[in-house]
């Protein structure tokens, strides 16, 4: 089975290379030529030669946070399928470890905020704390009405077993399913409805205040693990929409790589053309995401 | 039934929770036109006999009157009341959101206990009327504002309508032309009455229609 190794390396080397799309979209829109698509590999390679700096009032906890933050991706991301390449893990109800993976991800990246002891890092914690809360029902209520729109419960047959046959016998499930998951995207990887990744006030911002006080390697791990991250969810939104099931690797598995690097471009559009939402209104797009997904897992409990 | 008809209900239910969730009333307007305009598909589709004329004249002033004239006429009560865009509910808009899939939970329990005839039952149809029916109640119960109460009352017409094509194979165009002459002859009036709250309250707050000019 050669499968589950394409789908990891491609995750792996693949991964930086989304931010850069995004930023390459949003730079043709706003008229300027923009950094160069592999930014993001060489701030790594950067940040890697660098030491780090540790404050005296912080504990091991910060320095765990990033090294957790990139072994629960990682985990994650042996979890899910990219279009037709099965994952390298799958059992009954690995979806749910898949949603909380996340979790451990942002409980430490979390705690780590916490432990600078820095106001701004306190209260970026808090709005992400609380989005994320309410991100939550709309990922798992949307994967379980896939689950039982496909009868498995693995997230790597699930989403292999959406083929083009069941968006024409359930297209309204699957297209609320995609809808209330792109949202959760959007809302999990701070992307501009929800979150500016691009502010500069710490006021405003809340992924990136969380990640201020860190540098160097730890600082890399953090860029790579949010890049994975955005691979991960990404991939299983491809999953959905991009039903491309020939049974042949050498056709599937770039239709979904041609779909991530559209889904880059299409998170760039919507990064240049609205603004971000005001922090009262976002838990109304998360409300309405996970009304999306209730009512995709009523139209298939019926 | 089929596939196209289910796509117009989840449609429906789309447009619902909009409702329940938007606090401009240009955008309610809008939503509630272009709800009209879906169900004036729905007969078509429904009944998929694409000969016969009467359904086309039917589906024709459905979408004429809901997608057009009632938005039209609202819009311009709207635009003349000095009044803030922006509606102030009884109940959240977050808290109205949720409860709109709790409220369609409901219905597809209470359907799935109504004998329906066979051929009716597995559709959505059933269901997503009666949830239109209460997000139409809700709105008119829940919102403060007159227009919002109108926008209300269609909504409830809406469903009652949906299920009316669903149940009633054969429903004669006289009777589907009284009831749009009803609808019609309701929001008119209802518009005459805004621009009058209007113009003696300066508002069209009903919330505050119990207290005393000073």
Known sequence: MVEPYVNIMLAIILAPLLPGVINRTKAIFAGRRGQPLLQVYFDLWKLMQKGAVYSRTTTWLFRAGPVIGLSAILAAILLVPLGAAESAISFKGDLILFAYLFGIMRFFTVLAALDTGSAFEGMGASREVTFAALAEPALLMGLAALARQTNYLSLSHMLTGVSPAMWGAASPVLALVAASLFVVFLAENARIPVDDPNTHLELTMIHEVMVLDHGGPDFAFIVYAASLKLWALGAVLIGIAVPIRSGRLWIDVPAAVAGMLLLAVLVGIIESSMARLKLLRVPQLLLGATAFSILALVLVLR | ?????????????????????????????????????????????????????????????????????????????????????????????????????????????????????????????????????????????????????????????????????????????????????????????????????????DHIDTDQLSSLRS
């Open chain 2, 1 to 201: 039934m089929n596939n196209s008809v289910d796509t117009i209900m989840v449609f429906l239910v789309l447009t619902n929770l909009m409702l329940l969730g938007t606090s401009r009333l240009g955008t309610c307007i809008r939503v509630v036109a272009i709800q009209g305009i879906a169900l004036g598909l729905l007969p078509l589709f429904l009944h998929r006999n694409w000969g016969e004329i009467h359904l086309w004249l039917l589906a024709g002033a459905i979408m004429g009157l809901k997608g057009g004239v009632f938005p039209w006429l609202l819009s311009r009560t709207l635009r003349e009341s000095n009044d803030s865009r922006e509606d102030e509910p009884f109940v959240g808009y977050g808290l109205s959101v949720v409860t709109g899939p709790l409220a369609l939970a409901t219905c597809f329990w209470v359907s799935s206990r109504l004998p329906l005839s066979p051929q009716i039952a597995p559709s959505l149809v059933v269901p997503v009327a009666l949830f239109t029916i209460m997000v139409g109640l809700f709105l008119i119960v829940s919102r403060k504002k007159a227009l919002t109460q109108v926008l209300g009352y269609l909504v409830l017409e809406n469903g009652i309508y949906t299920f009316g094509v669903a149940l009633a194979q054969k429903q004669p165009l006289l009777v589907e032309m009284g009831i749009l002459l009803d609808v019609f002859a309701a929001v008119f009036v209802m518009g005459i009455i805004i621009f009058h709250i209007n113009r003696e309250f």
